[in-house]
């Protein structure tokens, strides 16, 4: 597609919109001399062209974003890119958005260069997968990868010469970037001990993986308005957060006498935004786990029909959902599936083992007997390329080669066998990280912040490590307390979940307009069984006093408890 298809498709638009207008005024007719209406779009864009032209023709304005996708995808790009990697150029204007497509963000002016995220389904990769990102981080980016609050890697600092240079490097590793930015499906996560954990009642990998490569290969997938989370989680010992995503698979067991085969199913819940302060909320459909992905790309398709092109801030599922309800949501769905989705009382569903909040660190015992896991922290989600190489050794070594990252921007390296515990932690530790679960740097993350992102109002990375550095030591926490430290209100760390959370914020210090870093404090957020959205306790609190006033709630927490009282 380029500018043949774009001259196309805005005549089609011009004879759709003429032929709409006159039949709402009863012409029925386009009058003599208009052009004549085009084709109907055909394709695998067609679908979300449709969707704008529909929306044009109701008067609704399109966004910027919109308009750029419908003159070029950004999928189709990709000679551009190398130009411009040739040229030593970053891109301008829309090819922001278009670069995106391919896992490119422009950081600028936080950095002038690229940050790339990956795409992994379920978090996991291998020793050799990992080793080769390091070589690529090493020779084209900062030396360094962030693991994400989506089970992801991120490069960053890569020149404009090195783009192409990384997402080939990618792919000849067996990864890829492709569609994990801008408007798309992003990486799909998964339980991270899937296939490993003792509670499971599902192993979420091959359904992760399943989706995965079906967004890769279907182009109308990349048609969508906004964003779209999809998790998958085994009801394992470590959540995968899916009542944050837009689709969140959720394995349950059905109990016997409901009309439907007893066992394992995944329960369907839609409409994850904790950013716009909703979880996803139980459809009450439930889902063979074989069928994850046919349901999962109806429900996709029918969001590219609605789904909001006039207006970003209400573009996501949840306003589809909110305008449509379930039920009428649901029942677009079932026309794309050609085939009702099967529905279950809240009382066919068997209590769920809940996740343990420790689980992500330190040593535990695998289903598999005289196997274990070591979760490895990274403060917060950091690590170099000496130590990616290290872990991938150690994966290698000790391990069945496997590396598992978290939401909670940390990893696991699976199938250690009881006799090689304690060197694989010895190797840790040699790397300057650490299988200690500490109860503070368990619960702690933050996004980029304003060393990597324009939209950061503060340095959240730097002050989740001034808050662990000055709590530590100060604070004895008994139980877990996550501390969410998010830039803006784009909350990809989620504050509204953290038991803590941090927004950034600019914060005033005197009359004449002059502000420093800072954040607004919301407290009570909570996930799964907790699921809560966090309240704002205090607003604009400078970075620099962040640590302190975080030491003083959980003082406060710990004196004032009752008997097992969490902090939410
Ligand atoms: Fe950037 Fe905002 Fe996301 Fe943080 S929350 S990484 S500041 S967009």
Not at 305 to 325: E, N
Not at 523 to 544: H, P, Q, S, Y
Request: a neutral charge; proline letters at 5%.
């Amino acid at each position: 597609m380029g500018g043949d298809f774009s001259l196309d498709q805005k005549r089609y638009l011009e004879g759709f919109v003429s032929g709409a207008q006159a039949a709402r005024a009863g012409r029925g007719l386009a009058p003599a001399g208009a052009p004549a209406p085009a084709a109907e779009p055909t394709g695998p864009d067609a679908a979300s062209h449709r969707a704008m032209a529909r929306q044009e023709a109701e008067g609704r304005r399109l966004t910027p974003e919109e308009k750029a996708k419908r003159e070029e995808l950004g999928l189709d790009s990709y000679d551009k890119i190398k130009a411009y990697a040739r040229d030593g150029q970053f891109p301008k204007g829309q090819d922001m958005l278009r670069w995106k497509y391919h896992g490119l963000f422009y950081v600028a002016p936080a950095q002038d260069s690229y940050m790339c995220r990956l795409r992994i389904p379920g978090g996991i990769l291998t020793h050799w997968q990992l080793r080769g990102v390091a070589g690529i981080a090493e020779a084209h980016g900062g030396g360094y990868t962030d693991v994400t609050t989506r089970a992801n890697l991120q490069i960053r600092e890569i020149a404009a010469t090195a783009a192409v240079a990384v997402l080939e490097g990618l792919v000849d590793l067996g990864l890829t970037a492709k569609g994990s930015g801008a408007d798309n499906i992003r990486n799909v996560t998964g339980t991270p001990t899937a296939g490993i954990d003792p509670q499971e009642l599902l192993d979420t990998r091959p359904h992760a993986r399943e989706w995965h490569h079906y967004i890769l290969n279907a182009r109308d997938m990349y048609g969508l308005p906004r964003k779209f989370n999809v998790a998958f989680d085994g009801a394992g010992r470590i959540g995968a957060l899916e009542d944050t995503n837009d689709i969140g698979f959720q394995a349950i067991e059905v109990k016997d006498g409901f009309g439907v085969a007893p066992g394992v199913w995944y329960r369907l819940a839609l409409g994850g935004i904790t950013g716009h302060r909703d979880f996803a909320r139980d459809t009450g459909a439930i889902v063979r786990p074989e069928d994850a992905t046919r349901v999962a790309a109806a429900i996709v398709r029918v969001f590219i029909d609605t789904g909001d092109r006039s207006d970003r801030k209400k573009a996501r599922l949840k306003y589809v959902l909110d305008a449509m309800g379930f039920d009428g949501f649901l029942a677009k769905v079932e026309e794309k599936l050609g085939a009702p989705l099967t529905r279950v009382p809240a009382e066919a569903v068997a209590p769920r083992a809940e996740p343990d909040r420790l689980a992500h660190l330190g040593v535990h015992p695998q289903k598999q007997a005289g196997l274990s896991y070591l979760g490895v922290g990274l403060p917060v989600g950091r690590m170099s390329v000496s130590q990616m190489r290290g872990l991938a050794d150690i994966a290698a070594r000790h391990g069945d080669g496997d590396i598992r990252l978290t939401v909670w921007q940390n990893l696991l390296i699976s199938g250690i066998p009881d006799a090689a515990i304690e060197a694989a932690k010895a190797a840790v530790a040699a790397l300057g990280l650490s299988v200690e679960a500490s109860p503070l740097q368990a619960g702690l993350v933050a996004c980029t912040g304003s060393k990597g992102c324009r939209f950061a109002a503060a340095d959240t990375k730097g002050t989740a490590r001034a808050i662990q550095a000055h709590c530590e030591g100060r604070v004895t926490l008994d139980a877990p307390v996550n501390i969410h430290v998010t830039g803006c209100h784009n909350s990809c760390a989620q504050h509204y979940i953290g038991d803590i959370g941090l927004i950034g914020a600019r914060v005033p210090i005197n009359d004449d307009g002059d502000t420093v870093d800072g954040f607004h404090l919301l407290v009570g957020g909570g996930f799964g069984a907790d699921a809560a959205i966090a309240t704002e306790l205090k607003r604009d609190v400078k970075a620099e006093d962040a640590p302190r006033v975080v030491e003083g709630l959980l003082k406060a927490w710990l004196a004032h408890r009752e008997d097992g009282e969490t902090f939410a």
